[in-house]
């Protein structure tokens, strides 16, 4: 049983990770908690079934024309929401956050309903629901799998185009001292939009995977599933890229086995009872270094 | 000069609201409240009651109203939120052109807003809140019942689905999963009361949140108990996941669930695993008399989609709302005393869910029906309790 859960465990947990990277982007590069990453999250699941549907795309298509769509939104955001109040204090860009939170998912709620819907059946390969690896007791399917390797793969992309681009170079700039990146030549407006679109197609890609994954996708989702990914970002040390990918597999795994062994009604007690021990441990988090080298 | 210009638009605003408002006056409605969830989590269901009663409304209006005023339906959106129905409330007292209430659909809701409608005296009538605490917050200083419902008790369900299990299926080795909240709860401890007192043994008690997707860890530790059947005091969101998980790691026994699995959605979103539920449901389109037969066909012209139990409830309850205002006037007071009046079955109004009637608590005596379902379809369960 113990195998069979932490399966569990680390399938939810790559799906936080992918939402949490873009929560720590966003922060490294402007200290702005984005409330409102929780509906891309959620629009990436809805696009993509309308892309589906509607158009009758194939669904590498309609997957990657989703995640483009949410990337775009993500930095539609940013210019109308966030931008104007740049050099606001800090309070007023959280608060303008969650206000396009709350408009983004009644907006859903207008587009496509409140009842929860399906994800298009006929769209996904037959093999998806084939076993790929078992041990045991301990059976992965192929969707699984889909679910890790894609995880996986992003992350890794992630990290070269961090580490290797000049864009990421600029973002990384940008994270130390924004002033002296501009002062060096670095056009911020748009290291920041390309942030934000970076990981608001991240979360969309979480969003379609839930989605095919458990089925269902309804407008509300977004908001436990960005609470979960926020809480991982901040375990992981908020502003570090893989803090938040660590720390997404280990609140997946935490509440997993909180769940199957503590108490279940607690489980996301047991999941935040970790990141407040690891957080009054680690103030900076588990992989969180000093406050000047983020991103 | 623009403050001119500003106001000369603000007066031309001014007085099309003063138009438009005139007709309104001149008509003569009678007004109906519907506070209901409309946006939220749980505005699917306030989707489905909406549609009962409007349906209701449209039908009594195109008879020419009552005594020849239209009624109207005001739809108040409380989100499922007991803050928010705590603030609704006080807007339904203090709006004197509305008469009576049909809702609140959560149980949390409703008893959010009790308090409010009975020390204004109001009436209300509960088409789906099935928390057994109502009973006790009903009634005012006098023990006049202010609040009444047409759907049964989450005691009731729960007993009712225990004795079903043993009797009905044989089945004597339990897996419970409910919600944690007042409806789950209720449900599941009603159940579970009964289950024991008949000698069955109840192998998991496992909670969840409302919202959540992933059920594999409480299944996982579930599988392991080896349950004869699954028992779900939830939702249908949650309860088409948790079906289709628990087939997908090879827990396929028969499920239980009460009214609030009643959806025909529960069929798209639990896919090939959704055979093998039973539920208790208060209306059977199946066994439903002709007036049901047509207001299910009207339903689905209309709405596109099949008919659940709380669309017809809602219709029914606007219906008896309709009846009392049409009877002793549009008086808050005397509407209250006609419809704690209806309290024998053969007072009790004949509407497409049955013979609607009240107890001295408000609470309704009806019976349940038990669906299942089958070749991805409800049908009712081949064996009835009596």
């Known amino acids: ?295 | 000069m623009p403050g001119k210009g500003l106001k000369f638009l603000g007066s031309v605003c001014l007085m099309g609201l003063l138009m438009a408002a005139v007709p309104a006056l001149a008509e003569d409605v009678i007004k109906i409240a519907v506070p209901s969830p409309y946006t939220g989590s749980a505005a699917g269901f306030g989707e489905n009651v909406k549609a009962g009663v409007t349906l209701k409304v449209e039908e009594i209006n195109a008879a020419g109203g009552i005594d020849g005023k239209k009624v109207e339906a005001v739809y108040l959106d409380e989100q499922c939120e007991p803050r928010e129905a705590a603030t609704v409330s006080t807007k339904i007292a203090n709006d004197k052109a509305i008469v009576g209430i049909v809702g609140h659909l959560c149980s949390s809701a409703h008893l959010a807003a009790l308090p409010t409608y009975v020390r204004e005296g109001i009436a209300a009538i509960s088409p789906t809140a099935t928390s057994v605490t109502i009973t006790d917050k009903n009634k005012d200083a006098k023990g006049n019942v202010w609040s009444f419902r047409n759907v049964y008790r989450d005691d009731f369900q729960g007993k009712f689905l225990a004795q079903y299990v043993d009797k009905a299926m044989g089945l004597k080795k339990i897996a419970v999963f409910y919600e944690n909240n007042d409806y789950g709860i209720g449900l599941k401890d009603a159940f579970v009361k009964e289950a024991k007192a008949l000698g069955l043994t109840i192998v998991g008690e496992e909670a969840y949140m409302k919202g959540a997707q992933d059920f594999n860890p409480q299944l996982t530790k579930m599988k392991g108990g080896a349950p004869e059947a699954l028992f779900i005091a939830g939702y249908y969101p949650e309860g088409a996941l948790i079906v289709d998980q628990a087939k997908k790691i090879g827990l396929d026994v028969p499920k239980f669930g009460a009214d609030g699995f009643d959806n025909a959605d529960y069929i798209k979103l639990a896919g090939d695993a959704a055979d093998g539920l039973y539920l208790t449901a208060p209306f059977l389109a199946e066994t439903a008399g002709p007036d049901a037969k047509k207001f299910i066909e009207t339903f689905k012209a209309r709405f596109g989609r099949d008919v659940d139990w709380m669309s017809a409830n809602a219709y029914d309850a606007t219906a008896m709302l309709a009846d009392a205002i049409a009877k002793v006037g549009a008086d808050r007071a005397k509407i209250r005393d006609y419809l704690a009046g209806i309290n024998t079955a053969d007072k009790g109004y004949k509407g497409i869910t049955g013979v609607n009637y009240f107890d001295k608590n408000g609470d309704c005596l009806k019976p349940a029906y038990v669906k299942m379902v089958k070749g991805n379809a409800f049908v009712p369960a081949p064996k009835q309790m009596d």
């Open chain 1, 1 to 295: 049983m113990l195998e069979q859960q932490l399966v569990n465990g680390l399938t939810l947990g790559l799906i936080y990770a992918l939402i949490a990277v873009g929560y720590t982007m966003v922060y490294g590069v402007i200290e702005l908690i984005n409330f409102a990453h929780g509906e891309v999250y959620m629009f990436g699941a809805f696009l993509c079934m309308m892309f589906l549907t509607v158009f009758g795309a194939p669904l590498i298509v309609a997957v990657l024309l989703s995640m483009v769509c949410c990337a775009l939104m993500g930095v539609l955001l940013d210019v109308v929401a966030y931008r104007p109040l740049r050099n606001a204090p800090r309070l007023a860009a959280l608060i303008t956050a969650i206000g396009m939170s709350i408009f983004l998912q009644n907006l859903a709620m207008i587009i496509w309903g409140s009842r929860p819907l399906p994800f298009v059946k006929e769209a996904l390969p037959a093999f998806f629901k084939v076993t790929a690896l078992s041990f045991g007791d301990v059976k992965i399917s192929w969707m699984q799998m889909t679910i890790y390797i894609v995880a996986v793969a992003l992350m890794i992309l992630l990290n070269l185009i961090i580490t290797k681009t000049r864009t990421g170079t600029a973002m990384r700039a940008l994270a130390q001292n924004r002033v002296c990146a501009s002062l060096m030549g670095i056009n911020v407006n748009r290291v920041i939009a390309f942030t934000f679109a970076l990981g608001s197609g991240l979360g969309a890609m979480a969003g379609i995977m839930v989605s095919m994954f458990y089925n269902t996708m309804y407008p509300t989702m977004g908001y436990n599933a960005g609470v979960k990914a926020f809480a991982a970002a901040v375990l992981g040390g908020i502003g570090s890229v893989p803090g938040a990918m660590f720390g997404g597999v280990v609140l997946g795994i935490a509440e997993t086995l909180g769940a199957g062994y503590v108490s279940s009604p607690y489980r996301d007690g047991v999941a935040y009872a970790i990141m407040i021990l690891v957080i009054i441990l680690r103030p900076s988090g588990l992989l969180g270094r000093a406050v000047t080298e983020k991103a």
